[in-house]
C-alpha cells in the first residue's frame, strides 16, 4: 500500500486500535479513526454514507463488542448480534462503496473446543464451539465467512481475517466485570499487595492454558499487513504459538507487581477453553513473528495501569 493510501480504523478507542494508532503514529503512518459516537457500527445507514463518503483505499474492523469468559457468559445475546450486526454492516458498506481492501479482526475463539493440538486455519468451523464464548464465536466466524464469501463472489475484492489469539497490553479493560484473564491478574494482584491480602483467588485449578500476546505486537501485524496487503494470506493465525497455564501468569504476575502472599483456586468459577493455541506457521512463513516476552509485556501493561490512573478509579469504585 502507498505511502498515500487512506487507511480507515474501527475501534480505534479500544485497546487493538489504540495500540495500532500509536505504533502508526510512530511510523508517520496515518489513520482515520472515527469513535463509535462519531460512527455507530450499529447504524447501517451511517456507515454506508461514510464509507460512501469517504472512500477509504482500506479498511481495518478492529471495533466489537469484547470481554472476558464473565462478560460472555452474562451476556450471549450482545456478543452475537453486535459484533454480526457491526461486522454485516461495515463490510457489506464497504463493499458496496467499492473499497477493494479490508482487514477484519476475528478472535482464537472461533476455534472448536479443547483441541489438544494447535489450531490452524482450516480447523475453523470443523467442530462445536466453545459454551462460555458461543454466541461471540459465532458471529466472528460469520463476519470470517462474510469476507471470504465476497472475495469469490468478487475476486478484485480482498478482504481478508486475521485471527488474534487471546490479547493483553496497555489500554486493556481491567473492571473485573469485562476483563479478560491478564488485566484480572495484574488488578488483583495489585489490589491485594496494596491491601495487604493473605490469598489472591484463580478462576478453577489454573491449569487451563492460554496464548496470551501482547497488544503492542498485533499492532506492528496489522501494519506490516497493511505494507504487505498484497502477499497477505486470506486467513492467518496471529499469535505466539506456545502458551501457559493460568498458574503461570498468576506466578509471573506476582513477580512484576510484587505480590507475596497466598493464592487459592476457586473451582465454582468458569474456566472455559482448556486450551486455545494457535497454529502461528503461516504467519512465519509470511514473515512475522511475536517479540514481546511475557515479563516485558507484563511489566508494561502495570505501568499503564499505575500511570494511566485505572489503579485509582477501580480502587475507589
Ligand atoms: N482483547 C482480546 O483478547 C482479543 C483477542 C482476539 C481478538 N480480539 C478482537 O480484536 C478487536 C479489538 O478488540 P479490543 O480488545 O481492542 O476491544 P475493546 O478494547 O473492547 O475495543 C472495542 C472497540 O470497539 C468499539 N465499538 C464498540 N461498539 C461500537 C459501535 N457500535 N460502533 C463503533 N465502534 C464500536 C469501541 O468504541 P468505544 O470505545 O467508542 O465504545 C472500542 O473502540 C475485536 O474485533 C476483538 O474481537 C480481541
Ligand atoms: C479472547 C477472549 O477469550 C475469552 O475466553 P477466555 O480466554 O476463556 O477468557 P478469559 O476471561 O481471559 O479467561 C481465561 C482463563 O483464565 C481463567 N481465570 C483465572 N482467574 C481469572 C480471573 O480473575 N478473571 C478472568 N477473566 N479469568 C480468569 C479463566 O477461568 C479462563 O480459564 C472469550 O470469552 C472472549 O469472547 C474473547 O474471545
Redesign the pocket.
Known amino acids: 500500500m502507498s505511502a498515500k493510501s487512506k487507511i480507515l480504523l474501527t475501534g480505534g478507542g479500544g485497546m487493538v486500535g489504540r495500540n495500532l494508532l500509536e505504533v502508526a503514529a510512530a511510523r508517520n503512518v496515518e489513520i482515520i479513526a472515527p469513535s463509535s459516537r462519531e460512527l455507530d457500527l450499529m447504524d447501517r445507514l451511517a456507515v454506508s454514507s461514510y464509507l460512501k463518503y469517504l472512500k477509504p483505499d482500506c479498511v481495518i474492523h478492529a471495533a466489537g463488542r469484547?470481554?472476558?469468559?464473565?462478560a460472555?457468559l452474562r451476556e450471549p445475546v450482545l456478543?452475537l448480534v453486535q459484533n454480526w450486526d457491526m461486522g454485516q454492516n461495515l463490510i457489506m458498506a464497504a463493499r458496496d462503496a467499492g473499497i477493494k481492501q479490508l482487514i477484519n479482526l476475528g478472535?482464537?475463539?472461533m476455534y472448536p473446543r479443547n483441541s489438544p493440538d494447535a489450531l490452524r486455519e482450516e480447523d475453523v468451523l470443523s467442530g462445536a464451539l466453545e459454551p462460555?464464548?458461543e454466541g461471540?464465536a459465532i458471529a466472528k466466524c460469520a463476519v470470517a465467512r462474510l469476507c471470504d464469501y465476497i472475495q469469490r463472489e468478487n475476486p478484485e475484492y480482498h478482504y481478508k481475517t486475521l485471527i488474534p489469539c487471546?490479547?493483553y497490553g496497555r489500554y486493556d479493560k481491567f473492571d473485573p466485570a469485562h476483563?479478560?484473564?491478564v488485566p484480572?491478574?495484574i488488578h488483583?494482584l495489585h489490589r491485594a499487595k496494596e491491601n495487604g491480602v493473605a490469598a489472591v483467588d484463580?478462576?478453577?485449578d489454573g491449569s487451563?492454558r492460554?496464548e496470551f500476546m501482547y497488544a503492542g505486537d498485533l499492532a506492528n501485524a496489522i501494519l506490516s499487513a497493511i505494507d504487505r496487503f498484497d502477499t497477505l494470506p486470506n486467513l492467518m493465525n496471529v499469535g505466539l504459538g506456545h502458551d501457559f497455564a493460568?498458574n503461570d501468569y498468576y506466578r509471573v504476575g506476582a513477580q512484576i507487581v510484587g505480590y507475596t502472599g497466598e493464592f487459592e483456586h476457586d473451582l465454582t468459577?468458569?474456566?472455559?477453553?482448556m486450551r486455545?493455541l494457535t497454529d502461528v506457521s503461516r504467519a512465519q512463513d509470511w514473515g512475522w513473528s511475536a517479540e514481546t516476552s511475557l515479563e516485558d509485556g507484563l511489566r508494561a501493561t502495570y505501568s499503564y495501569y499505575l500511570e494511566s490512573g485505572v489503579a485509582n478509579v477501580l480502587s475507589a469504585g
Open positions: 469484547v470481554g472476558g469468559i464473565q460472555n456478543f478472535s482464537s475463539c462460555t464464548n461471540y487471546n490479547l476483563s479478560h484473564l484480572a491478574v488483583k484463580i478462576w478453577g487451563a492460554r493460568v468459577k468458569p474456566v472455559g477453553m486455545k
